[in-house]
């Protein structure tokens, strides 16, 4: 039977360890501060935010909720960023995506200050990572490195296929692996012959965004499926193709009208040594490491 590598158990385990950190840190004076800009009334990105703010107070950081409107220009923005930066009760900024369209997205995340940089899409974040040097690292990649080690599952040596090459997941979570001395291939949708890559992991991680990519004969008996993908199945077709007479999901699909696939076609997972299952896997740890990170740029940037 694979192992199913429990997200929540370990992200529960993560926020425990920050919450320690933070108390040590309050005692000393300091109160690790995030700053969460959420830009108009995009609804998902108000159940993110709304979580992120939230995981603040259980762990007791200070967080802001700043809400600019959806008006917003990108000279304000650009502002706004200047003066989270300079603020010293605020040790991490977070500007929530997907931006306005007539907000330069790439410009304000590089306005960002890179030791303030919790979310490590700064290309200075970036360029530490790649370096080797202690980095604010993206917070699903450095998930995905907590899941396996944790989990005690090995990394070094072990030959991990990456399938996607977006700058938030596929790549860091790539040097990330390699910083840890697996032996990494990325694939894209240029690549060729992908099925007999992804049969030669022993840790295939897969950051697509098309449900069930990954299918059975595409990973090879006894490796680890790592699953970042998160995609919502709302027809009843789409639902069989992958659930079909699966009674859990039956009933939340009949209760919410959709539910969630990884990029892994879960037929796969029963093949495999250890997977993240979605939901329940990956996922939930982004939040938790963007409070580690959060304290950890508190820290670095007193240079503690
Ligand atoms: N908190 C979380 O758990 C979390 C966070 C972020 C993302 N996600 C999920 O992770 C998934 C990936 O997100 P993302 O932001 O990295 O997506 P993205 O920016 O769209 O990147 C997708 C990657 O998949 C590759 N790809 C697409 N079709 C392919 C194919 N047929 N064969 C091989 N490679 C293919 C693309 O290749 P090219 O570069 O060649 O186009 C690209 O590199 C999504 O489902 C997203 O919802 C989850």
Redesign the pocket.
């Known amino acids: 039977m694979p192992k199913i590598l429990d997200g929540a158990a370990i992200a529960d385990a993560i926020k425990q360890e920050v919450a320690e950190e933070v108390r040590t840190l309050v005692a000393h004076g300091i109160r690790p501060g995030l700053a969460a800009v959420l830009v108009g009334n995009v609804a998902a990105s108000e159940i993110y935010v709304r979580s992120k703010v939230q995981a603040c107070a259980e762990l007791g950081l200070y967080s802001d909720l700043i809400t600019p409107p959806d008006t917003v220009t990108t000279e304000d923005m650009l502002d706004l960023i200047a003066a989270l930066n300079a603020r010293d009760d605020i040790d991490g900024i977070l500007v929530q995506l997907p931006l306005p369209p007539q907000v330069d997205a790439k410009s304000l995340l590089d306005a960002i200050a890179p030791s303030k940089d919790v979310d490590g899409f700064h290309p200075i974040s970036a360029g530490r990572l790649l370096a080797g040097r202690p980095a604010l690292a993206p917070c699903?990649p450095a998930g995905v490195i907590e899941i396996l080690k944790r989990s005690n599952l090995p990394i070094a040596s072990q030959h991990a296929v990456v399938?996607?090459?977006?700058d938030?997941?596929?790549k860091p979570v790539a040097m990330l692996l390699l910083n840890n001395n697996a032996t990494v291939t990325i694939?894209?949708?240029?690549?060729r012959n992908?099925a007999e890559l992804t049969r030669q992991a022993d840790i295939l991680v897969a950051?697509?965004?098309?449900p069930g990519?990954i299918t059975p004969e595409m990973v090879k008996p006894g490796s680890t499926l790592i699953d970042?993908?998160?995609?919502r199945l709302n027809t009843r077709e789409e639902f069989d193709r992958f659930f079909a007479g699966n009674e859990k999901r039956e009933a939340a699909f009949a209760k919410r009208g959709s539910v969630i696939v990884g990029?892994i076609h879960p037929k796969a997972f029963e093949l495999s040594g250890a997977y993240t299952p979605v939901p329940g896997g990956?996922?939930l740890l982004?939040i938790a490491m963007l409070m580690a990170n959060t304290v950890s740029a508190a820290k670095l940037r007193r240079g503690l």
Do not use: M, P, Q
Not at 163 to 166: A, E, P
Not at 187 to 191: A, G, I, L, V
Not at 228 to 231: C, D, E, S
């Open positions: 699903t399938v996607g090459r977006s938030i997941v596929g694939c894209h949708s240029k690549t992908l950051a697509i965004g098309r990519f970042v993908g998160i995609n990029d990956v996922g982004t």
